[in-house]
C-alpha cells in the first residue's frame, strides 16, 4: 500500500517526487529483508542531478504468531465458545497494532476484540454498538479463566 505523488504535468520531468509505503510483514526477518531492498533502490540513481532520500517514518515490529499467541488465541475462542458468541477469527494484525509491541517484547497478545464492525480506517467505516457488551463479557470469561 501506498502513494506516489510529483510533478504538476504529465509531460514534463517534476522538480521532486514522494513515494510513502506502508509495509506490513509476518515476521522481523521478512521486513529486515524487504527494508534491505528498498536501501538498496535507494542508493541507486541513474539520472544524473537525481538524488533519493530514504527516511523510515514509523517503524514498528511485525505481530508475529508465536506460540504464546497462539495459546492466547486458542484460550479466548475457547471462552467465546463458552459464552454462546462467535468465535474470534485468527488474522495478522500486521505492524500498525499496538499489540505489536507487546508481542515483540515476548508477552502474548490478541489484537482486535474490540467492538465489531468493518471499514476500518475508511470513510465507510461503522461498529456495532450492542458488540460493546458481547466483548466485555468475552474480555471477562477470557480474565478469569486464565
Same mark, same amino acid.
Given at each position: 500500500?501506498?502513494?506516489?505523488?510529483?510533478?504538476?504535468?504529465?509531460?514534463?520531468?517534476?522538480?521532486?517526487?514522494?513515494?510513502?509505503?506502508?509495509?506490513?510483514?509476518?515476521?522481523?526477518?521478512?521486513?529486515?529483508?524487504?527494508?534491505?531492498?528498498?536501501?538498496?533502490?535507494?542508493?541507486?540513481? =541513474?539520472?544524473?542531478?537525481?538524488?533519493?532520500?530514504?527516511?523510515?517514518?514509523?517503524?514498528?515490529?511485525?505481530?508475529?504468531?508465536?506460540?504464546?499467541?497462539?495459546? %492466547?488465541?486458542?484460550?479466548?475462542?475457547?471462552?467465546?465458545?463458552?459464552?454462546?458468541?462467535?468465535?474470534?477469527?485468527?488474522?495478522?494484525?500486521?505492524?500498525?497494532?499496538?499489540?505489536?509491541?507487546?508481542?515483540?517484547?515476548?508477552?502474548?497478545?490478541?489484537?482486535?476484540?474490540?467492538?465489531?464492525?468493518?471499514?476500518?480506517?475508511?470513510?465507510?467505516? =461503522?461498529?456495532? %454498538?450492542?458488540?460493546? =457488551?458481547?466483548?466485555?463479557?468475552?474480555?471477562?470469561?477470557?480474565?478469569?479463566?486464565?
Amino acid at each position: 500500500m501506498g502513494t506516489i505523488s510529483g510533478g504538476t504535468v504529465p509531460n514534463a520531468v517534476p522538480a521532486e517526487c514522494s513515494i510513502m509505503l506502508d509495509i506490513r510483514t509476518k515476521n522481523l526477518a521478512e521486513g529486515e529483508r524487504i527494508n534491505k531492498s528498498i536501501e538498496e533502490i535507494a542508493e541507486r540513481c =541513474y539520472t544524473k542531478d537525481v538524488t533519493c532520500t530514504l527516511e523510515i517514518i514509523n517503524p514498528r515490529p511485525p505481530m508475529e504468531r508465536t506460540e504464546g499467541v497462539m495459546e %492466547l488465541y486458542s484460550h479466548v475462542a475457547e471462552a467465546a465458545k463458552a459464552l454462546g458468541q462467535p468465535v474470534p477469527e485468527a488474522r495478522p494484525a500486521g505492524s500498525w497494532s499496538d499489540s505489536t509491541f507487546v508481542v515483540a517484547a515476548g508477552v502474548p497478545a490478541i489484537c482486535a476484540c474490540g467492538v465489531r464492525g468493518e471499514w476500518n480506517h475508511s470513510k465507510r467505516e =461503522y461498529v456495532v %454498538l450492542e458488540s460493546l =457488551y458481547e466483548r466485555t463479557k468475552l474480555a471477562a470469561a477470557t480474565i478469569l479463566t486464565l
